[in-house]
């Protein structure tokens, strides 16, 4: 008797990290809902952009739901090239973001809310750590009435290993968005852009996606 998939619901900024560990979820789980959110961030437009074309590639029901976060870091227009994790943080985005996720998760009776979350950067951002999210969990068991837990299936790998398992899942890399400036193409220069065109180059992407920068030294 073939095992029912859980019911999730992922939350889907258009950048690297959510959209592999999005794809994931389609073979582990049943998406019902992906959220991308709004939270007065540079690039809000073009995020939302792409989390939308990639919910209609594969089908997925998509919302936007736009929140008040005080302003900082990514919430301001950075063009420094000496961005650093100080300049980049937004005031508790990860934790609002999955408190906002398991209201729609309960509301759905999902059990699963899936995110992006990666080794290289959690050694930085400590929203991004294995620590974050068990203490998330244990949140979560008293916060909702059923049974929801956090989950990002990109958790234990750096940036090249997420591109490496997205080429496996055959990511659409064509409308991947990763980028804080908000314009048409990647800057190539902010935080977000140089980790991954670091990646792209350490996996032999980088050629094939250099055109979606506009800077791609």
Request: hydrophobic share 40%.
């Amino acid at each position: 008797m073939r095992r029912t998939r859980l019911k999730s619901i992922c939350l889907v900024s258009g950048g690297l990290d959510s959209l592999v560990s999005f794809l994931s979820a389609l073979r582990k789980t049943r998406v019902v809902l992906a959220l991308t959110f709004d939270y007065g961030q540079t690039a809000a437009k073009r995020e939302i952009q792409s989390a939308r074309q990639i919910c209609r590639r594969y089908g997925i029901k998509h919302r936007v739901v736009k929140l008040f976060l005080p302003a900082s870091g990514i919430c301001r227009k950075k063009n420094s090239l000496k961005q650093d994790v100080k300049s980049v943080w937004v005031c508790n985005r990860n934790g609002v973001f999955v408190a906002m996720a398991a209201a729609f998760a309960e509301s759905m009776e999902a059990a699963i809310i899936v995110t992006g979350f990666n080794a290289e950067e959690a050694r930085e951002f400590p929203d991004n750590s294995k620590k974050f999210v068990r203490s998330a969990n244990l949140l979560l068991k008293y916060s909702v009435l059923t049974p929801v837990r956090l989950v990002s299936y990109t958790q234990e790998l750096d940036k090249a290993g997420i591109i490496r398992l997205g080429e496996r899942l055959k990511a659409p890399w064509d409308i991947l968005y990763s980028c804080y400036a908000g314009r048409k193409k990647m800057c190539g220069r902010c935080l977000s852009c140089r980790h991954l065109t670091a990646a792209l180059k350490k996996t032999g992407l980088w050629k094939k996606i250099k055109r979606k920068f506009e800077y791609a030294d």
